[in-house]
């Protein structure tokens, strides 16, 4: 297009307001010039002058528009012109930004309503806060706010007092800063309050603190109260700076402040709590007043230095931390992360008291040296107060802290309990020597009535040691002796200088000692000791006679004539002593026995098992037993060792003993003998232990079982029928159990064994139902039974897990994605595959891989590599594990063929200038098909399936090349803050198409 036509005519592209950087749409073209034609008609109409003249032109127009606009050549050349002269305007419109910005950061300062002008001229170009961060001109106050002070007379007198005990505020009087919280200065001002209340001798100091509390906690009653003396308190603090600053302005010639004095000044209000600007503007009203000059360095109408909260320190605006107190000068508030200025008392944002920072941290030094001390009492009382002055939702440092100290306060008043309970327990047991020592030492140093202890103990001591000085006179009389140092260790049984006089004098033995036996049970008894009130220890002493209290086993120690031993060793001589026993020193003898006892014990578990013209006995010896005689008689019993045929004499070792001199169906009676030998060597017999034996050939076990499973009344069991042939003899039942018992396959054992064992299954004589088998693996043993005697045969494993269910794949391309429904108790499974058979777990020329069921829930799914147009045979096998061992489910198989992906890209683009609604463009990797599509919408979050949600549109099948497709979106149906995402309306499909989910900030619709 020429220049002259440039001049002539606006572009069209820009005259119908359409963007020339959308896909060309004739539709929308033809309704545009339509819409076009009816407001030029009615500007024509309704409108006079220029206005009117314009329209009209414009109608003019509309022929050449549509020639122009309907050919491809001249649209585009239209097209190239639109956006060059789009580039002009905007380039002009950068340049006038940049001059203005320039010419606006030169002033001295700049009100916000004029900050706030300047961006709203120029928003359309860039965002408010980026042309509020390239602003750099100081923000001066508007107007100055007159903030209400105290009463002037109320305000003084508060002062007055404060002066008189050398305190310059009511916060120091609190000890607190002036960031905390009201109510807490309320607490503090109620707290001092009463304590100076209390205060009987009422002095010039406890007088002032009490009228000066009463004053803090009215100020600190309300806010509003505060804001009022906080005024006070700073005007006072600035006439006392400006009188300072008076004086010598009036005595130098010159009556102007110079830049160090305005510098000087100015540091100095804002340490005492005034904004630099506000004290500049002040200075400068009151120099007004008084005519004097004041010089200001241009950097100082800028300059903000940042006051400390805590120790109202100035610092430069950029440091983190108080040049003076190291603390940081900004926090982020813990309940909404705003940026906090350190003079600050609450957040500003939500309110959090974070003022109370400072006092917190005084209060957390003080905490470090009371745990130094051990003083858990005023700790106490200073964290419950810090947990009322800081309670963030959130953990923070000063919380974080604050637990941590709490722990280990408890650990120290757990220490503290402990130690209490410990010096209980000495005082209790009267061990006021070990307890004397255990206060002086470091541990105790915890308690804080200590000292208290000591002195009871003290007291405590000196009448035992008036006792023991009696005892050592050496003409007293033993017995005296005695009786003083026991009522001396009866009083304190840890006074070892008592008992080391009682060993000097050991009572006398006690004598006569007899025993009786009776079941098993030893019984003595004994004569007294002629010392009164001792104690008799009981010692038993195998083969040998015992020589002293501590030469053997102590049975017991007890205060009668009488003992019974409950528990004699068998199958040795057995000898008995009883010491006397004054406050743990023994007689130097003690009552014997004359001869020793030996308790006979007989075998036990004794057992006969038949078989074909032979008997085999087993037993288990007792201790001690030097043989066991065997004894066989026909048809009865005998009666003592010598009745009947002796067969064997078997050593301690031995167990079992096979007789074979015996005839089928004869009835045998054997007798076995536990033989023991006594002190001199000679062997003496016990009553002996009978069993009875018929020998014929025992019943062949069954070796072979038939298992047939079905479901059972729950889905976590099932029913087993159980079928073998029944035995020619004996009666056949099952032993069921969950682990192994095949070390007892092909033996013979006691039928009473077997309720030990497991669970006894018994139904027909060759079957049986058991209707609860759990998942797992079971064990099941065919038993015949037979005399009483168990034929155990062959194991048989039952194995029952549950296989993976729901199973589905996806092709991603270069891997299958699988999915599936875990069984309830499984943990692992096997994915194992071939390309040409289906695999077995123990084919090592298939590929295994073991999948845990926390590494498939990490991700929600297992990716099997794969290629594509290839064949592969897919099995699935649950594992469950029981013990050790491991047992695999059946498996499910999958048959899968993958090709090539249709991959899909997609975005929601955003209403621009240009295109007042929004559109869903969508590509592809390479030109196909596209199957139903929807694009569903959820609001304030992403929709995670297909039906999470509304549908915003639903795309039909439709053609797609390489540039791809746009879709228009409704927007009056969708609500604010809508995020959307687009699903395959078959699910099946999935496994030809992939959709390739962009970041959430491309899927927002509005």
Same mark, same amino acid.
Not at 710 to 725: C, D, H, I, K, N
Not at 961 to 966: A, H, P, S, V
């Given at each position: 297009m020429s220049?002259?036509?440039?001049t002539?005519?606006?572009?069209?592209?820009?005259?119908?307001?359409?963007?020339?950087n959308?896909?060309?749409?004739?539709?929308?073209?033809?309704k545009?010039?339509?819409a076009?034609?009816?407001?030029w008609s009615?500007?024509?109409?309704?409108?006079v002058g220029?206005?009117?003249?314009?329209?009209?032109r414009n109608l003019?127009l509309?022929?050449?528009i549509?020639?122009v606009?309907?050919?491809?050549a001249?649209?585009a050349?239209?097209r190239?012109?639109?956006l060059?002269e789009?580039?002009s305007?905007?380039a002009?419109?950068?340049?006038v930004f940049?001059?203005r910005l320039?010419?606006?950061n030169?002033?001295?300062?700049?009100?916000q309503?004029?900050i706030d002008?300047?961006i709203?001229?120029?928003q359309?170009?860039?965002p408010?806060?980026?042309?509020?961060?390239?602003?750099?001109?100081t923000?001066?106050a508007e107007?100055?706010v007159?903030r209400?002070?105290?009463?002037?007379?109320?305000a003084?007198?508060?002062?007055?007092?404060l002066?008189?005990?050398?305190m310059?505020?009511?916060?120091?009087?609190?000890?607190?800063?002036e960031?905390t919280?009201?109510?807490?200065?309320q607490?503090?001002?109620?707290?001092?309050?009463r304590?100076v209340?209390?205060?009987?001798?009422?002095?010039q100091?406890?007088?002032l603190k009490s009228?000066?509390?009463g004053s803090?906690?009215d100020?600190?009653?309300s806010?509003?109260k505060r804001k009022?003396y906080d005024e006070?308190l700073?005007?006072?603090?600035f006439?006392?700076?400006f009188k300072v600053?008076?004086?010598?302005?009036n005595q130098?010639v010159?009556?102007?402040?110079?830049?160090n004095?305005t510098e000087?000044?100015?540091?100095e209000? +804002?340490q005492?709590?005034?904004?630099r600007?506000?004290?500049?503007?002040q200075?400068?009203?009151?120099?007004k007043a008084h005519?004097?000059?004041?010089?200001?360095?241009?950097?100082?109408?800028?300059?903000?230095?940042?006051?400390?909260?805590?120790?109202?320190?100035?610092?430069?605006?950029?440091?983190k931390?108080?040049t +003076?107190?190291?603390?940081?000068l900004?926090?982020?508030?813990?309940e909404?992360?705003?940026t906090?200025?350190?003079?600050?008392n609450?957040?500003?944002h939500?309110?959090?008291?974070v003022g109370?920072?400072?006092?917190?941290?005084?209060?957390?030094?003080e905490?470090q040296?009371?745990?130094?001390?051990?003083?858990t009492?005023k700790?106490?009382?200073?964290?419950d107060?810090?947990?009322?002055?800081w309670?963030?939702?959130k953990?923070?440092r000063y919380s974080q802290?604050?637990k941590?100290?709490q722990?280990e306060l408890?650990?120290?008043?757990a220490?503290l309990r402990?130690?209490?309970?410990?010096v209980?327990?000495?005082?209790n047991?009267?061990?006021?020597i070990?307890?004397?020592?255990?206060?002086?030492?470091?541990a105790?140093?915890i308690?804080?009535?200590r000292a208290?202890?000591?002195?009871?103990?003290?007291g405590?001591?000196s009448?035992?040691?008036?006792?023991?000085?009696?005892?050592?006179?050496?003409t007293?009389p033993?017995?005296?002796?005695?009786?003083?140092c026991?009522?001396?260790?009866?009083l304190c049984?840890?006074y070892q200088?008592?008992?080391?006089?009682l060993?000097?004098?050991p009572p006398?033995a006690?004598?006569n000692?007899q025993?009786?036996t009776?079941?098993?049970?030893v019984?003595?008894?004994?004569?007294?000791?002629s010392?009164?009130?001792v104690m008799y220890v009981?010692?038993?002493?195998s083969?040998?006679q015992p020589h002293?209290?501590?030469?053997?086993t102590v049975?017991?120690?007890?205060p009668?004539?009488?003992?019974e031993d409950?528990r004699?060793?068998t199958?040795?001589?057995?000898?008995y002593?009883?010491?006397?026993e004054?406050?743990?020193?023994?007689s130097a003898n003690g009552?014997l026995?004359e001869?020793?006892?030996?308790?006979?014990q007989d075998?036990?578990?004794?057992?006969?098992?038949?078989?074909?013209q032979?008997?085999?006995l087993?037993w288990?010896?007792p201790k001690?037993?030097a043989?066991?005689?065997l004894v066989?008689?026909?048809?009865v019993p005998?009666?003592?060792?010598s009745?009947g045929?002796v067969?064997?004499e078997?050593?301690p070792?031995q167990t079992?003993?096979i007789?074979?001199?015996?005839?089928n169906?004869?009835?045998?009676?054997?007798a076995?003998y536990?033989?023991f030998?006594?002190q001199?060597g000679?062997?003496?017999?016990?009553p002996?232990v009978r069993v009875?034996?018929?020998p014929e050939?025992?019943?062949?076990?069954?070796h072979?079982?038939e298992?047939?499973?079905?479901?059972?009344?729950t889905?976590?069991?099932r029913?087993?029928?159980?079928?073998w042939?029944?035995?020619?003899?004996?009666?056949?039942?099952?032993?069921?159990?969950?682990?192994t018992l095949?070390h007892?396959?092909k033996k013979?054992i006691?039928e009473s064994t077997?309720?030990?064992?497991? +669970?006894?299954l018994e139904?027909?004589?060759?079957s049986v139902?058991d209707?609860?088998?759990?998942?797992?693996?079971?064990y099941?043993?065919?038993?015949?039974?037979?005399?009483?005697?168990?034929?155990i045969g062959t194991?048989?494993r039952?194995a029952?897990?549950?296989d993976v269910?729901n199973?589905?794949w996806?092709?991603m391309?270069?891997?299958l994605r699988l999915?599936w429904?875990w069984p309830?108790n499984? +943990?692992?499974?096997?994915?194992?595959?071939?390309q040409?058979?289906?695999p077995?777990?123990d084919?090592?020329y298939?590929s295994?891989?073991?999948v845990?069921?926390?590494e498939?829930d990490?991700?929600?799914?297992?990716?099997?590599r794969c290629?594509?147009?290839?064949?592969y045979?897919?099995?699935?096998?649950?594992?469950v594990t029981q013990?050790?061992e491991?047992?695999?489910a059946?498996g499910v198989?999958l048959?899968?063929h993958?090709?090539d992906?249709?991959?899909?890209?997609?975005e929601?683009?955003r209403?621009?200038?240009?295109?007042r609604?929004p559109h869903?463009?969508i590509a592809a990797d390479?030109a196909?098909t596209l199957?139903?599509?929807?694009l569903?919408?959820t609001?304030?979050?992403?929709?995670?399936?297909k039906?999470d949600?509304?549908?915003?549109?639903r795309?039909?099948?439709?053609?797609?090349n390489g540039?791809?497709r746009t879709f228009?979106?409704?927007i009056k149906?969708v609500?604010?803050?809508?995020y959307?995402k687009?699903?395959?309306?078959d699910?099946a499909l999935y496994q030809?198409?992939d959709i390739c989910?962009?970041h959430e900030?491309k899927l927002?619709?509005n």
């Amino acid at each position: 297009m020429s220049t002259e036509k440039k001049t002539q005519r606006q572009n069209f592209f820009l005259l119908l307001d359409i963007n020339p950087n959308e896909e060309w749409d004739p539709d929308k073209f033809v309704k545009v010039l339509k819409a076009k034609q009816v407001e030029w008609s009615r500007k024509r109409s309704l409108s006079v002058g220029q206005k009117a003249s314009q329209a009209q032109r414009n109608l003019e127009l509309i022929p050449q528009i549509r020639k122009v606009m309907e050919d491809d050549a001249l649209r585009a050349q239209e097209r190239d012109e639109a956006l060059k002269e789009l580039a002009s305007q905007q380039a002009a419109r950068v340049e006038v930004f940049e001059k203005r910005l320039e010419f606006f950061n030169a002033k001295e300062s700049a009100s916000q309503t004029e900050i706030d002008k300047f961006i709203k001229e120029f928003q359309d170009l860039y965002p408010e806060q980026e042309i509020r961060n390239r602003i750099t001109v100081t923000i001066r106050a508007e107007q100055q706010v007159t903030r209400q002070a105290l009463e002037p007379s109320r305000a003084k007198a508060i002062a007055g007092k404060l002066n008189d005990l050398n305190m310059s505020s009511l916060y120091e009087l609190l000890g607190c800063p002036e960031t905390t919280s009201t109510r807490i200065l309320q607490q503090k001002a109620e707290q001092l309050y009463r304590d100076v209340s209390k205060i009987a001798t009422k002095t010039q100091e406890v007088t002032l603190k009490s009228d000066l509390a009463g004053s803090a906690k009215d100020i600190f009653s309300s806010e509003d109260k505060r804001k009022q003396y906080d005024e006070s308190l700073r005007q006072l603090k600035f006439a006392s700076l400006f009188k300072v600053l008076e004086e010598q302005i009036n005595q130098s010639v010159e009556k102007e402040i110079t830049y160090n004095q305005t510098e000087l000044f100015l540091n100095e209000a +804002q340490q005492a709590g005034w904004d630099r600007q506000e004290a500049l503007f002040q200075l400068k009203e009151q120099a007004k007043a008084h005519k004097w000059l004041v010089h200001v360095r241009p950097a100082e109408e800028k300059s903000q230095k940042v006051r400390c909260g805590g120790c109202h320190t100035l610092n430069e605006a950029d440091q983190k931390f108080c040049t +003076q107190c190291r603390q940081p000068l900004f926090i982020q508030c813990p309940e909404c992360n705003e940026t906090i200025r350190p003079e600050a008392n609450a957040c500003g944002h939500c309110g959090f008291p974070v003022g109370n920072r400072y006092l917190v941290e005084i209060h957390l030094q003080e905490l470090q040296d009371l745990f130094k001390k051990r003083d858990t009492q005023k700790a106490q009382q200073l964290l419950d107060e810090m947990k009322t002055l800081w309670q963030p939702k959130k953990a923070d440092r000063y919380s974080q802290e604050i637990k941590r100290f709490q722990s280990e306060l408890q650990r120290l008043h757990a220490e503290l309990r402990k130690v209490e309970a410990h010096v209980q327990q000495l005082l209790n047991q009267k061990k006021y020597i070990t307890a004397k020592q255990y206060l002086e030492g470091p541990a105790a140093a915890i308690l804080p009535n200590r000292a208290q202890k000591l002195n009871e103990i003290q007291g405590e001591l000196s009448k035992v040691r008036s006792l023991f000085q009696r005892a050592t006179v050496a003409t007293l009389p033993n017995n005296e002796k005695i009786a003083l140092c026991r009522q001396a260790l009866a009083l304190c049984p840890d006074y070892q200088e008592a008992r080391d006089l009682l060993r000097t004098i050991p009572p006398m033995a006690p004598t006569n000692l007899q025993a009786k036996t009776r079941g098993g049970i030893v019984s003595l008894s004994w004569q007294p000791s002629s010392t009164e009130g001792v104690m008799y220890v009981i010692v038993r002493k195998s083969l040998t006679q015992p020589h002293s209290s501590r030469d053997g086993t102590v049975l017991d120690t007890v205060p009668g004539l009488h003992y019974e031993d409950s528990r004699p060793e068998t199958g040795v001589p057995l000898y008995y002593a009883i010491f006397a026993e004054c406050e743990g020193v023994p007689s130097a003898n003690g009552a014997l026995l004359e001869q020793p006892l030996l308790l006979l014990q007989d075998v036990t578990q004794a057992f006969a098992e038949v078989g074909n013209q032979q008997v085999k006995l087993s037993w288990v010896p007792p201790k001690n037993v030097a043989s066991v005689l065997l004894v066989r008689k026909q048809n009865v019993p005998p009666t003592s060792a010598s009745d009947g045929e002796v067969i064997g004499e078997c050593v301690p070792a031995q167990t079992s003993f096979i007789d074979r001199d015996v005839q089928n169906n004869q009835t045998y009676y054997y007798a076995l003998y536990a033989r023991f030998k006594d002190q001199h060597g000679r062997l003496a017999t016990a009553p002996g232990v009978r069993v009875k034996a018929i020998p014929e050939p025992p019943p062949a076990p069954i070796h072979s079982l038939e298992m047939h499973m079905r479901p059972g009344s729950t889905s976590a069991e099932r029913e087993v029928e159980l079928r073998w042939t029944p035995p020619a003899k004996g009666k056949a039942i099952i032993l069921k159990s969950t682990h192994t018992l095949q070390h007892y396959e092909k033996k013979v054992i006691a039928e009473s064994t077997l309720y030990t064992l497991g +669970q006894l299954l018994e139904d027909q004589p060759d079957s049986v139902v058991d209707p609860k088998v759990a998942l797992g693996v079971t064990y099941y043993l065919p038993v015949v039974l037979f005399h009483k005697m168990a034929y155990i045969g062959t194991e048989h494993r039952l194995a029952t897990v549950d296989d993976v269910q729901n199973v589905r794949w996806q092709n991603m391309n270069t891997a299958l994605r699988l999915q599936w429904k875990w069984p309830a108790n499984c +943990q692992e499974v096997i994915v194992s595959s071939h390309q040409l058979r289906w695999p077995e777990l123990d084919d090592e020329y298939s590929s295994h891989t073991k999948v845990s069921r926390s590494e498939y829930d990490r991700l929600g799914y297992f990716e099997l590599r794969c290629d594509k147009d290839t064949d592969y045979y897919i099995r699935i096998t649950a594992l469950v594990t029981q013990g050790t061992e491991e047992i695999p489910a059946q498996g499910v198989r999958l048959h899968v063929h993958p090709t090539d992906l249709l991959t899909l890209t997609y975005e929601i683009k955003r209403p621009t200038l240009w295109r007042r609604t929004p559109h869903l463009h969508i590509a592809a990797d390479r030109a196909g098909t596209l199957p139903t599509l929807r694009l569903i919408g959820t609001r304030d979050r992403l929709p995670v399936h297909k039906t999470d949600g509304t549908m915003i549109c639903r795309i039909e099948p439709t053609s797609i090349n390489g540039r791809g497709r746009t879709f228009p979106l409704p927007i009056k149906e969708v609500a604010p803050g809508t995020y959307c995402k687009l699903f395959l309306e078959d699910d099946a499909l999935y496994q030809e198409i992939d959709i390739c989910h962009p970041h959430e900030d491309k899927l927002r619709i509005n």
